[in-house]
């Protein structure tokens, strides 16, 4: 089970910003580790969105931001477009586990 | 450009042992880490360990612990993951991903294993 909670769906219309929360624990995003998002369409292979709470990788729009707050982190997605439309993982480190821990995921579903 | 290219899909009966291989190119081999995660039908991601290519060191999801193995050829800069005791849970997509010791980059194409009897 993850020790990540997301919520299991989000949707939003085309140009409307939609957020993505992820609430972990003091053994995990509240003992300050770094929180990372990744997207993941059915049938091909995650890419990484977001690592260390808000950075992009290069080649990501500047549409989606990430931001981290005590126990819990956030992926923005602005300016919402069809190609969207996938699966969001949030993840993070877990001393007690220790080991890598993802998100429960949510999958966004543009109206 | 970095390619992770893994093995083919795999079938096997409960009880039987897996091994999924990864070949790295695109990048020094030793220089970053690399991850194991899958998702099983319908479920999220789920990490199972991750291998330092330049010193071999290991580390195992505790679900996971004493049922997989990651090692690594770095003559041919291939990661394995053999994955022992298979029973109908671990049927899945399995991804290897490059990346830092605290996230992953770069992912696999994935490798499908069913197991069924």
């Known amino acids: 089970q993850s020790v990540l909670t997301q919520p299991p769906s989000v949707s939003g219309a085309p140009g409307q910003r939609v957020t993505i929360s992820c609430t972990g624990s003091?053994?995990?995003?509240?003992?300050?580790?770094?929180v990372h998002w990744y997207q993941h369409l059915p049938g091909t292979a995650p890419k990484l969105l977001i690592f260390?709470?808000?950075n992009r990788p290069s080649g990501v729009p500047d549409r989606f931001s990430g931001s981290k707050s005590g126990t819990s982190a956030s992926l923005a997605i602005s300016g919402l477009q069809a190609e969207d439309e996938a699966d969001y993982y949030c993840?993070?480190?877990?001393?007690?586990?220790?080991?890598?821990?993802f998100g429960t995921g949510t999958k966004v579903t543009v109206l | 450009q970095v390619q992770l290219v893994q093995s083919g899909a795999e079938v096997k009966k409960p009880g039987a042992s897996v091994k999924v291989s990864c070949k790295a190119s695109g990048y020094t081999f030793t220089s970053y880490y690399m991850h194991w995660v899958r998702q099983a039908p319908g479920q999220g991601l789920e990490w199972m360990g991750i291998?330092?290519?330049?010193?071999?060191?290991?580390r195992y999801a505790q679900k996971l612990q004493g049922r997989v193995t990651v090692t690594k050829d770095t003559s041919t800069s291939t990661v394995y993951m053999q994955l022992s005791s298979l029973r109908s849970e671990d049927t899945a997509v399995y991804y290897c991903a490059r990346g830092e010791e605290v996230f992953a980059r770069d992912w696999g194409q994935g490798t499908l294993v069913t197991v069924s009897s």
């Open positions: 993840q993070s480190y877990d001393i007690s586990l220790s080991g890598f821990v």
């Open positions: 260390g709470n808000n």
């Open positions: 291998i330092n290519p330049d010193d071999g060191s290991t």
């Open positions: 003091s053994s995990n995003i509240g003992a300050g580790h770094d």
